[in-house]
């Protein structure tokens, strides 16, 4: 069965500072995509950034990109010129490319980001 | 456009009610889900469908029951409420295709006293 894992459970990091979130994940698959969500005090789920997993090059979006080790299945989130907006609970999740199948989140990192 | 709607936001049943959860989409996405969130144990699958007519069971499915009569429409029943069903409750669809992105509703609070 598939697994994700989120191994820190709380992180605090200053304003401006770089935060770097792991997920570790099992599967025997070769195609399948990776997910990081952000849910706010809000409540609300936020797609941050995706990672096909046939594709190398690392995914990016503006201050928020991905280490994607694939041989490792390691899948690693990193904000950069972290803002206090960025305070909320990360999951990874974990979802096959071709089959009609479920979503795996891993159980999320709740990260503070401190004045 | 209203995306992923979630009726009710808030719900406080006593042990063995039953009710109803409503999720409903407006994006004409086959692929729709329900999921509780629970503290320290992420978001766990309850059942999910591939599309009108067809459902499936997730990782934590005992207590619940689901249908999918029309692509829009995705209710989540619970027929005799326990305290263990306390939670928050997500609803979801997912875009297959280029993008393969989830959609989540507002949520729902349950408490089963």
């Known amino acids: 069965a598939q697994t994700v894992t989120q191994s820190q459970p709380e992180m605090s990091v200053q304003e401006a500072e770089t935060v770097t979130l792991s997920c570790t994940y099992d599967t025997s698959e070769n195609n399948y995509y990776l997910f990081w969500y952000k849910q706010p005090p809000s409540r609300q789920m936020i797609l941050v950034i995706r990672q096909e997993a046939y594709k190398q090059q690392n995914a990016t979006e503006n201050r928020f990109s991905v280490n994607f080790q694939k041989a490792a299945k390691s899948f690693s989130l990193k904000i950069s010129d972290s803002q206090l907006g960025d305070t909320a609970m990360y999951f990874c999740?974990?979802?096959?490319?071709?089959?009609?199948?479920?979503?795996?989140f891993g159980k999320g990192t709740r990260l503070h980001i401190l004045p | 456009n209203a995306g992923v709607t979630q009726t009710p936001k808030f719900q406080v049943l006593k042990t063995g009610q039953s009710m109803t959860l409503q999720c409903a989409q407006d994006m004409n996405h086959e692929y729709m889900s329900w999921y509780r969130q629970d503290p320290g144990m992420g978001l766990r699958l309850i059942h999910y469908s591939v599309g009108a007519g067809i459902t499936d069971q997730g990782e934590v499915p005992n207590g619940y029951n689901v249908s999918r009569s029309t692509t829009e429409d995705f209710p989540l029943r619970l027929l005799s409420a326990a305290p263990s069903q306390t939670s928050v409750y997500f609803c979801?669809?997912?875009?297959?295709?280029?993008?393969?992105?989830?959609?989540f509703g507002p949520g729902t609070r349950l408490t089963v006293l």
């Open positions: 979801a669809t997912l875009a297959r295709g280029a993008y393969n992105e989830q959609f």
């Open positions: 999740a974990f979802m096959f490319m071709n089959r009609d199948d479920k979503i795996i």
